[in-house]
């Protein structure tokens, strides 16, 4: 069984990269942690089938509160968000037909699902900031060391190119 998480990340992230969480650089979570029974392939076909239609993702930071199950994970809540909407509701009900697949915390699916960007290291996205992310991480939550690591990296196309289609 694997544990992953997708998030959306800009141009320096590669498969294989590794931190500690509060050390990953700046991205936007598509799908909080969630197991799956099947190989990270999977995963990454079904992402590769939605991306094609969506384009460089961008947002706006809206205004920063707590995360969390105790509400001290530092986020920036993102406005103008409607493409990581519907990429995370797009991928939620495409992974529900892999074996196993259940989100740690299905209250933060679905309905339940805020786009965010998560403060570390880097510092916070501060409200009124625009962001963009160019492709989507397959992040692997499970490796032995506890750190999570870039299990594979699916690339957005260039939006001239969705529109195009």
Known sequence: MLHLALTAEGGTTVPGFTADADRWRMHATVLQSFVVDCGVEAVVALVRGHVQRTGIVTATGDHQEGFGPDRDIEVTVLADAQQLVDLHLALLADLNTLPGF???????????????????????????????????AVVDLGTPDGRPRVAAVVPLPDPKAVTAR
């Open 102 to 136: 259940a989100p740690d915390v299905p209250e933060w699916a679905g309905e339940g699902y805020r786009p965010h960007v998560t403060a570390g290291a880097w510092g916070a996205l501060r409200p009124g900031d625009p962001v963009a992310f160019d492709r989507i």
